[in-house]
């Protein structure tokens, strides 16, 4: 696109008026900016509202006449950045130039894609006004052990997935990018769990981070809540409340899980699911409404993850799901049983999963798979807050939890 095309007709002279437009108002706006930032901090800017305007405005022209005409105001807008920053008597920082520079780019940016440009500009806007608030965040929100496990969920996140080879090394099973994927999930629900903890008080901290911990293992988040209780940190009854609400993350994934495979069983296990949930929200506001606050949610050393929790969730549900496939390899329809029966002792979704994929409702065995899945894993659920927890805490949580699940699958056997 160049200024003597646009010039030719009327048409193009209007696309000319908006482009040039567009390159003003962004201009204007991130000068805006600066120039309230200059007047409250009462220091001398670089750049100010007219300043952020006309080179808005000038990355537009530029780029109109060519690429080349375009480069060499880049290199006088960088010149001019370079001069003032070797010329300044304190040190204010470079954030003002490097925004006057980028205004330049968002200028040009209008000739191609103006909502881009406007995009960029309020973003650019949004992180200059935000100065302060990321300051604190920085440097007193965040603590160092916080800092340390961001850094490796992102260089997990950006660098070890991309990385990983994503073919499985057994049948369907043990896939390295699957089972990173998978640590890499269960450590960004415990970060937002601790989040949660920081943000919110501790009743809704405790509902929000029960659930987002039950998507990941509701089992653990149980034995987690019930050594809180066994150590005298938290009361039975607010803990068990919450290891209730994981079990609704557990029932809200079991369907998608299986909604993701099946169709057929997902319409099946709709309608039990939700009534399960019901029962189990209703009872779990009951024991959580009166929850005290907590005085440890922000200890300085907190972290925002245990790395080697997570690698025991993730290696037992991918153990649990080779497992399953080998014993069907090996002895058929009772390895199917049998595995689905263990697997169901720890994580209910992922031998459920395991059982939807072998076909549809319509097989028995499979419905005699699902049910008997199901009954067990209510029961190592009690069984597990009874070792942990200790009796005040099981008291609280076992006959919510049979109860619930009894009703999902006299449901389910209705159905069925």
């Not at 070797?86 to 925004?99: F, K, M, R, V, Y």
């Not at 340390?148 to 990983?164: K, M, Q, S």
């Not at 988040?221 to 019930?226: E, R």
């Not at 939807?356 to 798979?369: C, E, K, M, T, Y």
Request: include cysteine; proline fraction near 3%.
């Amino acid at each position: 696109m160049d200024l003597s095309s646009l010039l030719t007709t009327d048409s193009s002279f209007h696309e000319l008026l908006t482009i040039l437009t567009s390159a003003l108002g962004c201009g204007l706006l991130i000068g805006l900016e600066r120039e309230r930032h200059e007047q409250q901090e009462q220091q001398p800017s670089f750049a100010g509202l007219r300043s952020f305007a006309i080179c808005a405005l000038l990355g537009a022209l530029c780029f109109l006449f060519g690429s080349a005409i375009g480069l060499a105001g880049a290199l006088i807008i960088g010149g001019m950045v370079i001069f003032s920053i070797q010329h300044q008597s304190n040190d204010p920082g470079i954030t003002t130039e490097l925004a006057f520079v980028m205004t330049y780019f968002i200028g040009a940016i209008c000739l191609w894609n103006i909502p881009l440009a406007a995009g960029l500009a309020i973003l650019l806007t949004v992180i200059l006004r935000a100065k302060h608030s990321m300051h604190s965040i920085a440097g007193q929100w965040i603590t160092e052990a916080e800092f340390r496990d961001g850094l490796l969920l992102l260089a997990l996140v950006l660098i070890g997935l991309p990385l990983t080879p994503d073919t499985p090394l057994w049948g369907k099973v043990l896939n390295p990018y699957l089972i990173l994927k998978l640590l890499t999930l269960i450590l960004v629900v415990q970060a937002l769990a601790h989040i949660a903890k920081r943000l919110l008080s501790t009743k809704n901290a405790l509902m929000l981070s029960s659930i987002a911990s039950g998507f990941v293992s509701s089992t653990a988040t149980i034995a987690q809540l019930g050594l809180q209780v066994r150590k005298g940190e938290m009361d039975a009854r607010t803990n068990a409340g919450a290891a209730l609400m994981s079990c609704i993350s557990t029932l809200v994934l079991l369907f998608i899980v299986v909604g993701g495979v099946s169709l057929a069983w997902l319409k099946i296990l709709l309608l039990p699911s939700f009534i399960a949930m019901a029962i189990l929200a209703g009872c779990a506001f009951l024991l959580i409404r009166k929850a005290k606050p907590s005085e440890n949610n922000n200890e300085e050393d907190s972290q925002m993850f245990s790395l080697k929790e997570a690698i025991i969730i993730a290696t037992a549900l991918t153990l649990i799901q080779a497992g399953i496939y080998g014993l069907e390899l090996w002895l058929g329809d009772a390895g199917l049983l049998a595995g689905t029966l263990l697997a169901s002792l720890f994580e209910i979704h992922a031998a459920m999963a395991s059982v939807v994929i072998q076909g549809d409702p319509s097989d028995v065995r499979l419905i005699q798979a699902l049910l008997i899945g199901l009954a067990a894993h209510a029961i190592a659920k009690s069984v597990n807050a009874g070792l942990t927890g200790g009796f005040k805490y099981v008291l609280y949580f076992a006959p919510i939890q049979i109860l619930h699940m009894a009703v999902l699958i006299g449901i389910l056997w209705w159905m069925l």
